[in-house]
């Protein structure tokens, strides 16, 4: 993940800052406890294919 581009995206729901978690390939929002995939090196940025995050997840 290019740390230029994650300087740059926020989350479409709340417009708040992601974070990168590695393991998963995922852009984390805490504040909407929500996942958005990575694929291809392509972020995708939909909220329809966002992962709602368990309550047990770190987030």
């Known amino acids: 993940m290019d740390m230029k581009l994650l300087d740059i995206l926020a989350c479409p729901v709340c417009k708040g800052p992601l974070v990168y978690k590695k393991e998963n390939n995922e852009l ?23 992962r709602q995050l368990d309550a047990e997840e770190e987030v």
């Open 28 to 50: 984390i929002c805490k504040a909407d406890r929500l996942a958005y995939p990575i694929r291809d090196d392509i972020p995708v940025m939909l909220e329809e294919e966002a």
